[in-house]
């Protein structure tokens, strides 16, 4: 093994030459234009976005009154919101990484090596790297990152409109469950009513003990629903806390039974699209990954211990051979990728129909059962009062039949309460699939982590 080599001759001091001089002076109008063209416009989908939002007020925390407060809060302190804002911005620079490929390239550096190929005494080099050809792959990879943004945004804005749904719906929810509550409260005075009734009824002997050991097992069986649904208040309460900052709940707007999205496409469709678009750019990639890449490499090298300045530039030429059937082995990874593309392009577009049909079946449902249960409320109410005038004044009615209506009676009228709910939750579905959900809550006109919150695209 050879060592570096010594020179026998004591070397003298290095003065620069005028010619020496001149060709420092050479290499730096090469570097100059480097590092001019290290930047470039942005890209049109980064642009519009960043356009979009400047223009818009960041959106602040709501004043803890009211559903619309209520939302705002929630977008803030949403985990999944700010993940996917992150991503979008993660995704923004990965543009500018793919775009750099196509920019020239400056690096700085000490070379030294031992041997016969080695580069001997060690020297500072100044290189660059102009890529000149490699057949689209480099712009490829730009549009594939920038097709990657568009799908990230997607996903943010999609997350932007589950948040506010879930907000809207645990916020309703509670409201809901504070009226389930007093329903079941009602009920269980009704019984204990009811219990004091035969209790004195007993003591005049107009009652018999069976009696009042039945309607004990159903007020015991009232109080135990009644604690649930505190239980159940209290729960929902803590995940309203947890999500906007508030444990009140109370109404939301009655949005229009409006299911169908904008244009017939969802983000989801949308974003489906888009990962075919890429899935096409990846195989056009694989398919070419043989073509070379030819590139410009000027060089600048000045020796550590003194000595002259050596220019000169480079051509290479780069292209797979063998990979061991990689290269193949990722052209039909690509091609079933987009495949897979394109089978998710379907299922999205049959989707829309069919969640299209189910909400507004869904909707139309549970109007009918609205105003079914409130007829039936005022049927059972008349009942209960028959029942209980058999029973009481005549004495004809048993205590079961009569405890049997007070439960039918309530429990119907928990389930309209439900149904009110569930018909709210459906509309709320709709409002943010026909993108009116935002609109009607007044948040177009802000932006979240710099990102806008309207409806119509960038």
């Known amino acids: 093994m050879t060592g570096f080599k010594k020179s026998s001759v004591r070397k003298r001091a290095f003065v620069p030459t005028r010619r020496a001089i001149c060709r420092q002076a050479a290499v730096l109008p090469l570097v100059l234009a480097l590092a001019g063209c290290a930047s470039g416009p942005p890209s049109e989908t980064v642009r519009k976005i960043g356009e979009r939002g400047e223009s818009l007020q960041p959106l602040a925390p709501g004043d803890g009154k009211g559903a619309r407060g209520a939302v705002r809060s929630a977008l803030l302190l949403d985990p999944e919101v700010r993940e996917q804002a992150s991503l979008t911005g993660a995704n923004v ?114 009652s018999s003990a069976p009696d009042l050991l039945e309607t004990r097992n159903r007020l015991e069986r009232a109080e135990f629903e009644l604690l649930d649904a505190k239980l159940e208040l209290s729960e929902t309460r803590d995940k309203l806390l947890r999500l906007s900052g508030q444990s009140r709940g109370g109404t939301i707007p009655d949005f229009p039974q409006n299911c169908t999205p904008p244009g017939g496409e969802t983000d989801g469709l949308r974003i489906a699209r888009l990962e075919l678009v890429k899935a096409r750019l990846n195989l056009e990639e694989a398919e ?48 079933n990728r987009r495949q897979s593309a394109e089978a998710l392009v379907e299922t999205e577009e049959r989707n829309i129909r069919l969640d299209d049909l189910r909400l507004r079946r869904q909707i139309s449902s549970l109007k009918e059962k609205r105003a079914m249960l409130a007829r039936q409320i005022e049927i059972l109410t008349e009942t209960r009062d028959l029942y209980r ?70």
């Not at 003194?306 to 990689?326: D, K």
């Open 93 to 206: 620079d990965q543009i500018a990484v793919e775009r750099a490929a196509l920019l020239p390239s400056l690096s700085f550096g000490l070379v030294g090596g031992v041997g016969t190929a080695g580069a001997g005494d060690p020297d500072l080099e100044l290189s660059g790297k102009q890529l000149l050809v490699d057949f689209g792959g480099t712009k490829r990879a730009v549009e594939a990152a920038d097709v990657n943004l568009q799908i990230q945004y997607l996903k943010f804005q999609r997350a932007v409109d589950e948040s506010i749904a879930t907000g809207l719906v645990t916020y309703r929810q509670v409201a809901m469950l504070e009226e389930m509550v007093s329903v079941k409260a009602a009920q269980l005075a009704a019984m204990q009513d009811l219990h004091k009734l035969i209790a004195e009824r007993i003591d005049i002997g107009a």
């Open 288 to 335: 070419r990954a043989r073509f070379p890449r030819i590139s410009l490499n000027p060089l600048g090298r000045a020796a550590v211990g003194g000595g002259g300045i050596s220019t000169g530039l480079n051509v290479g030429v780069e292209s797979p051979l063998f990979e061991g059937g990689a290269i193949k082995a990722r052209e039909n990874a690509a091609r």
């Open 389 to 458: 005038s058999q029973y009481i004044d005549l004495g004809i009615r048993p205590i079961t039949d009569l405890l049997d209506m007070e439960e039918s009676l309530f429990g119907r009228q928990v389930e309209l309460v439900e149904a009110k709910f569930d018909l709210q939750e459906r509309l709320v579905e709709c409002a943010a699939r026909s993108k009116a959900l935002r609109r009607d809550l007044g948040l177009t006109q802000f932006q979240l982590y710099g990102y806008p919150l309207t409806t119509d695209g960038f």
